[in-house]
T-cell receptor, first 112, second 112 residues
Framework: SQQGEEDPQALSIQEGENATMNCSYK?????LQWYRQNSGRGLVHLIL?????REKHSGRLRVTLDTSKKSSSLLITASRAADTASYFC????????????FGKGTRLSVIA | EAQVTQNPRYLITVTGKKLTVTCSQN?????MSWYRQDPGLGLRQIYY???????DKGDVPEGYKVSRKEKRNFPLILESPSPNQTSLYFC???????????FGAGTRLSVL
């Protein structure tokens, strides 16, 4: 029952450029979360944005949420080689018993 | 240090030989969950637990068992492993099913 779908599946940019990843979902949500995964390692939480919030910042990360379009975006500014990882969105449905649902991720490669 | 600990990190076994992957968290979290991650399929939930003695099936529960006898531990049991259970497994914990998830480092399982 995957709900979040990230776009693009893969992204390759030069160091110093900005990276934007998008997440679309289907049902109403309580919150949306972004996670990062370095190759083969556990996911690490980046940002949680609630359904009544439109934008959130954390360091070089900026997340927006548009509940009317059922979409979110993650922007990484001034990317570094160390940002190379897979990024996942996860949605917490606002109703029902479905727990947090993860998308398939965007693989970001930052070339030095 | 707050953490989710999985053991073993790597495991090679043969078809039909029962195995258990342990998961322990030291954050007093009520919610715990198991995921498997396969190329192109993203993160899929196997089982989750809202609290002690409460477990529920996720998206792909076939061939797996879990138990939650105490709050900190949530072992994943494969009674009769098969090659299609070769995967990367993650345990996660959280205060609840809508909140930030804390992931273990992963267990890479190969079933021959």
């Amino acid at each position: 029952s995957q709900q979040g779908e990230e776009d693009p599946q893969a992204l390759s940019i030069q160091e110093g450029e900005n990276a934007t990843m998008n997440c679309s979902y289907k049902t109403s949500i309580n919150n949306l979360q972004w996670y990062r995964q370095n190759s083969g390692r556990g996911l690490v939480h980046l940002i949680l944005i609630r359904s009544n919030e439109r934008e959130k910042h954390s360091g070089r990360l900026r997340v927006t949420l548009d509940t009317s379009k059922k979409s979110s975006s993650l922007l990484i500014t001034a990317s570094r080689a160390a940002d190379t990882a897979s990024y996942f969105c996860a949605t917490a449905p606002s109703s029902g018993n479905t727990p947090l649902v993860f998308g398939k991720g965007t693989r970001l490669s930052v070339i030095a | 240090e707050a953490q989710v600990t999985q053991n073993p990190r790597y495991l090679i076994t043969v078809t039909g030989k029962k195995l258990t992957v342990t998961c322990s968290q030291n954050m007093n979290h009520e919610y715990m969950s198991w995921y498997r991650q396969d190329p192109g399929l993203g993160l899929r939930q196997i089982y989750y637990s809202m609290n002690v003695e409460v477990t529920d099936k996720g998206d792909v529960p076939e061939g797996y068992k879990v138990s939650r006898k105490e709050k900190r531990n949530f072992p994943l049991i494969l009674e009769s492993p098969s090659p299609n259970q070769t995967s990367l497994y993650f345990c996660a914990s959280s205060f609840d099913d809508r909140n930030i998830q804390y992931f273990g480092a992963g267990t890479r399982l190969s079933v021959l």
